[in-house]
């Protein structure tokens, strides 16, 4: 006897499924809405992504003063519906890429198929590793100085890293807190010049240079101190209050490591100026597949890329 299996009720079927709405999601569904692909975006855990946890972003360009960057999101995601993307709220638990159309199970139960997947996902804070930082994480150990900073006014803080990201997080809590050091591994920063020069003319962000992070340190009430060691093997304690993480980021690409090629740090790998990847009809936009740029700007462009590779790549199809 043949079995027909029929679609469940819950099951949409769309010629482009969008996961991820940061700036590269936003504008691959401003995209595939005006090539008619009526694409459905999920948003994921953090609606308008990694942006929405920075305040003004001066370097989008079309904004001579600086944007509000959940107002840059909140006016994306506007464009991309009014567009006719569905924008819907929901976090994909899993695909199944083996068969078309793809299959996306989203929130465990609802399953979307879809012709074309675009992944955007982004990527998140990467930590230390440490079990006493993981100890007091939300309790003083934080990897959003715009986030949390409000919480340290007048306070000692310290944000570990020496890149454009732990610089740009430093200058900010030296507005807000007593006292900013910066645990910086090597005797150098990565940070752009300018980045650096904002740094070094704070007068109260002090450097702790060549110096690495043994152990967060706390009691019941949360963060209370860190213990470093140098790279002489001096070991001391700084008291604190806050401890912030700004060393760098990891590709959300977990539920994808099975079915697209990677590199070894798990970023999609792309097909040269294009965005597609090892399954035909899978495109990647954005942080995901972007570990050089990561850039608001870069990633909204490799949305619009990815976008049009699907409309191409439906229409070759026909
Ligand atoms: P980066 O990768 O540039 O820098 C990470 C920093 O963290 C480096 O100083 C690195 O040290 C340090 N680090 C990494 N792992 C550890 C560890 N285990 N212990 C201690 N220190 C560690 O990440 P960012 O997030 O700063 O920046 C990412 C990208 O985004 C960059 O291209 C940057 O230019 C860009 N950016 C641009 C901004 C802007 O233009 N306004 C703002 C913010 C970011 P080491 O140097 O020794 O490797």
Redesign the pocket.
Known sequence: MQVVMFPSMEESHTKCLIIGSGPAGYTAAIYASRAALDPILYEGLQPGGQLTTTTVI??FPGYPEGVDANQLMADMRAQAVNLGADVRPGYVTAVDLSQRPFRITVDGSETVLADTLIVATGATA?Y??LPSEEKFRGMGVSACATCDGFFYRGKDVAV?????????EAVYLAQLCRKVYM????N?????RA?QERVMKTANIEMLWEC??QEVLGDAGGVTGVRLVRKDGTVFDKPLDGFFL????EPQSGLFKEWLATDAEGYILTEGKSSRTSVEGVFAAGDVQDP????AIAAAGSGCRAALDAERYLLSKI
Do not use: P, W
Request: proline share 0%; net charge positive; aromatic share 2%.
């Open positions: 001066e370097n990467r230390l590793g570990v890293g020496g890149g454009d990201t732990a610089c740009e645990i910086v591994r090597r150098v920063l990565r940070a752009s980045m690495q992070t700004a060393i760098g980021h050089q740029y990561r850039q």
